[in-house]
Nanobody, 123 residues
Framework: VQLQASGGGLVQAGDSLRLSCVASGRTFNNYNMGWFRQGPGKEREFVAVIRGSGGGTSYADSMKGRFTISRDNAKNTVYLQMENLKPEDTAVYYC?????????????????WGQGTLVTVSS
């Protein structure tokens, strides 16, 4: 599976942004899709995951209510809608795919990764 993330950019605190990740190469709905992020000087952290069918999601506690993950299997695309962005959301955001049954928060279980897209939130 090849993943291509896009949609990052420079925004102000309080703004919204939608990230996209397009997949190619394998049957998209066979994979649970996750978003992770890595801020400056920080370790990579889990953001959200959605089941292959789109029928279940899970979020990091700190992002519940502000971030929404969704997918369009007809377009082989997963999205991350981010609302009320804060400077601490500044990070490179990565999409990733895994073929397991769990809605995993563990990046080591993900098989495929996109290249990342940078989100910078100014105060």
């Amino acid at each position: 599976v090849q993943l291509q993330a896009s949609g990052g950019g420079l925004v102000q605190a309080g703004d919204s942004l939608r990230l996209s990740c397009v997949a190619s190469g394998r049957t998209f709905n066979n994979y649970n899709m996750g978003w992770f992020r890595q801020g400056p000087g920080k370790e990579r952290e889990f953001v959200a995951v959605i089941r292959g069918s789109g029928g279940g999601t899970s979020y990091a506690d700190s992002m519940k209510g502000r971030f929404t993950i969704s997918r369009d299997n007809a377009k082989n695309t997963v999205y991350l809608q981010m609302e009320n962005l804060k400077p601490e959301d500044t990070a490179v955001y990565y999409c990733a795919a895994h073929s397991g049954v769990l809605l995993s928060h563990n990046d080591r279980l993900y098989d495929y990764w996109g290249q990342g897209t940078l989100v910078t939130v100014s105060s």
